[in-house]
Nanobody
Framework: QVQLVESGGGLVQAGGSLRLSCAAS????????MGWFRQAPGKEREFVAT????????YYADFVKGRFTISRDNVKNTVYLQMNSLKPEDTANYYC???????????????WGKGTLVTVSS
């Protein structure tokens, strides 16, 4: 069992930056693929980024490439999402997840956090 707690969301102007964190409980963090997903009001949840167990491989949705960076610290049991050049359309609840498959989707994700809200004003 893994518990995930996101933080770092908030209100930011377009063009600004935020860094999301997701702290995981337990001693098995390094055995999980980690991902970030988001869900905007009235829309379905969508994939944002995934990182491999070691952090050596990362995958991004096309709409965040070059703007967002996923990383992880297996000592601190934390995964991060650095978000730069934010746009109003990035407004959503952002969720981290832990799973077993390196996919550009929620396939294989077993554990989910409760989310942190990011609001980007124009």
């Amino acid at each position: 069992q893994v518990q995930l707690v996101e933080s770092g969301g908030g209100l930011v102007q377009a063009g600004g930056s935020l860094r999301l964190s997701c702290a995981a409980s337990g001693r098995t963090f390094s055995t999980y693929v980690m991902g970030w997903f988001r869900q905007a009001p009235g829309k379905e949840r969508e994939f944002v980024a995934t990182i491999s167990r070691s952090g050596g491989r990362t995958y991004y949705a096309d709409f965040v490439k070059g703007r967002f960076t996923i990383s992880r610290d297996n000592v601190k049991n934390t995964v991060y999402l650095q978000m730069n050049s934010l746009k109003p359309e990035d407004t959503a609840n952002y969720y981290c997840a832990a799973g077993t498959l390196e996919r550009m989707s929620d396939t294989g994700m077993r554990y989910w956090g409760k989310g942190t809200l990011v609001t980007v004003s124009s």
